[in-house]
């Protein structure tokens, strides 16, 4: 007998590698998925990013998530 915020609930998270901005206080960051082999700088203050990781909505519409998705667990069972 609560609501629940279905929209929101319905996109799963996913703890996602990111490179975030080291300058404090920027929050600058991308998705590893779009970034390069070497440290992107960050797009607002050009600082060196550095990877970490970040609870993100789930992407499934690029090529690295599609491939992970197929290794992995198996997502036809619903
Ligand atoms: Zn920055």
């Not at 629940?4 to 996913?14: C, M, N």
């Amino acid at each position: 007998m609560y609501f629940r915020k279905r929209s929101l609930e319905d996109i799963p998270e996913e703890s996602t590698a990111v490179w975030s901005c080291s300058t404090e206080g920027c929050r600058g960051w991308m998705r590893d998925n779009f970034a390069f082999e070497h440290v992107p700088t960050c797009l607002q203050c050009s600082a060196p990013m550095v990877s970490s990781m970040k609870m993100l909505p789930l992407l499934v519409n690029t090529n690295v998530e599609m491939k992970s998705i197929k290794k992995g667990v198996a997502i036809g069972c619903r």
